[in-house]
């Protein structure tokens, strides 16, 4: 058996994959750190809290006595690294908390990781060759896309992050590339589009537009409604996140994205075209409660990746297109809201 450590797994992706994980590897066990800010929801783990292979702890990533503890205690034999501060309004109003928990958060990671299964640069100890620390990171790194279609992010394009949310993800993605160059340890960096799916936390887009449709509340839409994403069903990225971790090759980055580029505007309006069809309104359609509001600061206009590394090299694509995903998390959100 093999202990691994999943950080933020009590999150929205890190809580999809836990129970992926466990089911597909039975040659895992599984110490699910995390410190249950807003984003973490134990509840979202109740299928996997008995399991014998699974343990949780509540901590801090950026603590470093406990996750030297921890690696000690459990001989951590891998790490992938979920734990971040994500939502960008959020960087918006309190950028420090973004810096500390994804920056120094990593960072503490990757250097008990290392002093713990290396020697020196380059030599693993020989009971730890094979360990590897696998950061999961976003597209937001790479800063904004124009309008053409034919233009999409790759693993080569430059990071121009434009949020505090993002300039601090593009920092940690730097250190474990650093990490990867100048230590020769063992790293594999994924980054990855818009998510959505079940356990989502329901400040993010679509959980707030299916939340306030219910509720018979205005649906908000940023600026014109026109900015868009490439929108990745949660657990077609899990797989992507399985592929990379045991057959990614070190030091690599992989994208991963789910070639579904939609409007903010269409989301809203797909989602009120299936509630209209699912739980409908009397003699009103949801698509009256649109709304739009004032933009954010920074907005970026278009994210779009070109997953073509992860497809040829991994043999990774995505099992739902947006319309199949969207009708799978509308009927989890509705048995959750009703």
């Avoid at 979920?82 to 250097?111: C, M, Q, W």
């Avoid at 990171?137 to 124009?146: I, N």
């Avoid at 971790?245 to 980055?253: I, L």
Wanted: aromatic residues 12%; proline residues 4%; glycine residues 8%.
């Amino acid at each position: 058996m093999k202990n691994i450590l999943i950080t933020g797994g009590a999150g929205f992706i890190g809580s999809n994959f836990i129970p992926y994980f466990l089911e597909k590897y039975l040659e895992y066990n599984i110490i699910n750190l995390d410190l249950l800010t807003y984003a973490g929801n134990l509840e979202n783990l109740k299928e996997v809290e008995n399991n014998p292979r699974y343990k949780f702890i509540k901590g801090d990533i950026c603590n470093r006595e406990l996750v030297e503890y921890i690696f000690k205690e459990y001989d951590i034999r891998g790490v992938i690294h979920f734990a971040a501060e994500s939502h960008v309004d959020n960087s918006i109003k309190n950028p420090g908390v973004f810096v500390r928990t994804n920056v120094d958060g990593t960072y503490t990671l990757l250097d008990v990781a290392k002093n713990y299964w290396m020697e020196k640069p380059f030599k693993y100890k020989d009971e730890y060759k094979g360990c590897r620390f696998h950061h999961i990171s976003t597209d937001e790194v790479y800063g904004t896309l124009p309008d053409d279609p034919n233009v999409l992010f790759t693993e080569e394009t430059p990071y121009a992050p434009n949020s505090p949310y993002s300039a601090s993800k593009a920092s940690s993605d730097m250190i474990v590339r650093s990490y990867y160059h100048t230590f020769g340890m063992d790293t594999v960096i994924t980054n990855c589009s818009n998510n959505y799916g079940p356990k989502q936390h329901d400040e993010k887009l679509i959980p707030t537009i299916i939340r306030n449709a219910l509720a018979g509340n205005p649906i908000p839409i940023y600026g014109d409604g026109k900015n868009i994403r490439d929108w990745l069903y949660v657990l077609d990225h899990c797989k992507g996140i399985d592929l990379a971790y045991h057959k990614g090759g070190a030091g690599e980055t992989y994208n991963i994205g789910g070639r579904n580029e939609r409007t903010n505007i269409y989301i809203a309006t797909k989602i009120c075209e299936i509630l209209d069809e699912l739980r409908p309104r009397k003699s009103r359609s949801y698509k009256e409660l649109i709304t739009f509001v004032e933009d954010r600061p920074g907005h970026d206009r278009r994210y779009a990746i070109d997953a073509t590394k992860i497809e040829n090299e991994l043999g990774w694509k995505a099992d739902e297109n947006f319309e199949s995903g969207i009708v799978k998390t509308i009927k989890w959100y509705l048995e959750k809201y009703k």
